[in-house]
């Protein structure tokens, strides 16, 4: 398989990026080729300092995209940054998987417009990986994409945060919950009570009811959907309980979970290909962990689930 | 003044309020009456017993509203409750402020229908005080009781957040921010986009612009607000961390501040006289901090100047 990687995306590239492949190579075997999008007179002395020899293939790549460019028009005007490049390859199967570490909007607008969305997903939606108490962990989504959503979009993210859940992180018949105010059906804002009896009557997913904000980091669910704008704010706070108790040298193995280099990036789910958005602030585990997500991705065949899952439905 | 205090509400009643009698009445000079609501021949043999003397009144209230009746049903049908005889008694001026740790949704249907909402605000709000990691503190609102919102109501929250930061928390010129989920004006879901203009041009507040999930324990605003779904799911996720770190056995003087207890009860804002919600669980400390919040709320008259922001609005 090949997996394509923006070397020059993130506050710390290509550097660790360039260290997250050599964690990446030591420990795991070789079947994989990468693929680098970046400026090749910066990556081929930068791999050499490093020691990275693998199967590695750099594909110059003469723009980048700035962390704060506007995502359409840095996509459009730039054509030859790494974004750009790179979702190239992927539309036309050179790779099997993108990630980067960079500009945000620019790697949506790029997978939602570059690669197809899977038929009869409404909308794609990005999810994060959320530490629970007891050692395990959940999946929170949409984390941002989707600030306003249908319940029907709710209903979907549940779908594909299931299936995510089952193949990446190895949760066998994976709990659903919905995000509420209460635990009783017939809580919620107005979104939240229409999306309950989809969920419900949705025979692919586990629904198991509504959790609140106190069972986030509770062992309750293995799946937790929400609208992207309350997931959001969920996503940095949680994101925040690590900066402050970690500044404030508060030392606990529950606390050190909430590190986001545990997880790597986010990937786009509901798109036809595998994506995944790195933070900008990613270091070298952050990347080792993005391309294992990735290599999973393709090795499970997610895509094909997903994409059976949505006929499925579309056929029932 | 008379403070009113519903002595069977919560799940330690009526020992642990009064027990937070005690350690009130302990610390501040006895300009007060305190008036409680309950079973006569349970609370006479309880405060001698707690060795409480003092300028205290006991008004038999012969039922108990239960934490699970549904609201409006128990009010109606339960009369002589303590939290309906004491709603009464608020009504009629017996008592300036009345305060319960009992049934929320009965105490909010209370406030709502036995005194009235302060002309021109078109919603009363609940507000949680938000642990800064710096040591401040600030006030987050609406956090659930209106789980969807308009712009204006936003806009309100705003207002009454101020106001009740500036009288009863002591912070002049409090800066407002509307949690967001990106700093720039423009992001958000459709209601954020649309409150922010109003926040903006609001005259009477000082409106600082978006924070985001990640500033809720950072001292960037002194008030933010938000529609009450997300913001109830931010409460609990707050009142979360300490419950799991305090059960960790993770200790620091910042996840102490994240028990409610330091604070006491949440003010329904909005209403025309002080009305204090406890939690179910409070004990000794969160009872005398809620009396503490009420006497402040008579002492700086806090319900004159919300109704004079909202005369000058209407005005305007």
């Known amino acids: 398989m090949n997996i394509g990687l923006d070397m020059m995306g993130g506050d710390f590239a290509p550097l660790e990026a360039a260290r997250g492949i050599r964690l990446y190579l030591g420990e795991h075997s070789k079947t994989t080729t990468l693929v680098l999008f970046g400026d090749e007179a910066l990556l081929t002395p930068l791999l050499a300092q490093e020691n990275i020899t693998g199967d590695i293939q750099i594909v110059h790549a003469a723009q980048v995209i700035g962390m704060h460019e506007h995502p359409t028009r840095a996509l459009k005007e730039k054509q030859q940054s790494s974004i750009a490049v790179g979702f190239h390859y992927l539309a036309t199967g050179k790779i099997d998987a993108f990630i980067s570490a960079g500009n945000t909007g620019a790697m949506l607008v790029g997978a939602m417009f570059s690669i197809k969305v899977i038929e009869g997903v409404l909308r794609p939606t990005i999810s994060t990986v959320i530490p629970k108490e007891n050692g395990k962990t959940g999946l929170l ?8 959503c249908k319940p029907e979009n709710l209903n979907q993210f549940a779908l594909l945060g299931s299936l995510y859940a089952r193949y990446i992180l190895g949760i066998g018949h994976p709990r659903v919950s919905l995000l509420n105010v209460g635990e009783e059906e017939g809580k919620g804002n107005i979104l939240a009570q229409a999306a309950y009896p989809l969920l419900k009557a949705n ?7 509504n959790t609140e904000g106190r069972d986030v980091f509770l062992d309750k669910a293995d799946v937790t959907v929400c609208e992207g704008f309350t ?4 996503l940095k706070m949680a994101e925040s309980v690590y900066d402050i108790t970690h500044a404030k040298q508060i030392e606990h193995e529950f606390l050190d979970r909430f590190n986001f280099e545990y997880y790597g990036g986010t990937p786009v789910l ?7 958005i790195g933070h900008g602030i990613s270091k070298s585990n952050a ?19 997903m994409k059976a899952s949505f006929t499925g439905t579309a056929n029932a």
């Open 141 to 148: 989504l949409d984390v941002g994409l989707n600030a306003d």
């Open 203 to 209: 025979s692919q997913i586990n629904f198991i009811g």
């Open 231 to 234: 997931g959001n704010v969920v």
């Open 270 to 276: 509901g798109v036809s290909k595998p994506v995944i």
């Open 287 to 305: 990347f080792k962990n993005m391309i294992a997500v990735a290599a999973k991705m393709i090795e499970t065949d997610l895509m094909s689930k």
